[in-house]
C-alpha cells in the first residue's frame, strides 16, 4: 500500500509540475504590471518577462526602467491605441514563427481601459495560445477598500471629457443595482463629483481612491455630497490618478419609484 500511495504522490507532483511549467514557445502573455509599487510585480511575471522573446509595451520609454530592473534584455516594441492594429498581424505572425511575446500595459493589467484587445483577439483567431499573467489591476484594487457592495459590479472605463456625455452615461446608469467603477482625471475629478450629486444624488454613497500603492495613496469613502466638499476644499485631493465607485442603486427604491411613474402616467 506504502509503494502504491508513494508512486501516485509521484504522479500527482509530477503532474502538478507539469501544470506549472511554462508553454511551449509560440505565445502570448499578458502581463499585469504594478500600478504604482513595484513590489506588487509577481515572481512569475518577473520570469516570464525575462524569458519572453520580444516585449510588447504601451510605451517602451515608460516601461524601460521596470524592465531594466528586472533584468528583462529582450526588444521591447511599441503597441498603442494608433498602431495596434497593424502592429498585431506582425507580432502574431512571429509567435506563430515560435516566439514568446511578453504583453504589458503602462500600468496595471493590460486591456483594462488600455491597448491590447486587438492583439489578444488576432492571437486566438491565429491559434496562437494566449496566458495571463495575473497581478495589479486599478479597479479591483480600489472595489477591495471601497466599502462598497463587491459581489456585483461593473467597470465603465474612463468618464467622457464633456459634461453633457459625462452626465448622459450617469443617467444611463442610474438605477443601475451594481456598485460602479470609473477612471476619472485630475483635472475633471471635481467637475465629474458635482455631476454625480446632479445625477445620482448627493446622499449616494461612494468611494474615491487616489493614486493607489503610491506615495500619496489616499482613500476617501462617504456620500458624493460629501465626496465633493472635501475634494473641492483640498488641492491635494485634486491631484493623481483616480478611481470613482459609485454605489448601486436601491432595488425596491427603484421598482417602488417606477411603479409610482407607471400609475402616474
Known sequence: MRALAKEQQGRDDSEAMSAQAPPAAGCLYVVATPIGHRDDLSARAIDTLRRADRIACEDTRHSAPLLALVGAGAPAVALHEHNEAQAAAGLVERMRGGERIALISDAGTPLVSDPGYRLVQAAIAAGVRVVPIPGASAPIAALSVSGLASDRFSFEGFLP????????????????????????????????????????????????????????????????????????????????????????ADRDRVTARKERDAITL
Do not use: C, M, N, Y
Open 161 to 248: 471629457t464633456k459634461p453633457g456625455a459625462r452626465r448622459e452615461v450617469f443617467q444611463a446608469l442610474v438605477d443601475d443595482s451594481r456598485t460602479l467603477i470609473f477612471f476619472e482625471a485630475k483635472h475633471r475629478i471635481v467637475e465629474s463629483l458635482a455631476d454625480a450629486v446632479t445625477v445620482f444624488g448627493g446622499e449616494r454613497r461612494a468611494a474615491i481612491a487616489r493614486e493607489l500603492t503610491k506615495l500619496h495613496e489616499t482613500i476617501l469613502r462617504g456620500s458624493l455630497t460629501e465626496l465633493q466638499a472635501r475634494v473641492a476644499a483640498d488641492p491635494e485631493q485634486q491631484l493623481g490618478e483616480f478611481v470613482l465607485l459609485i454605489a448601486g
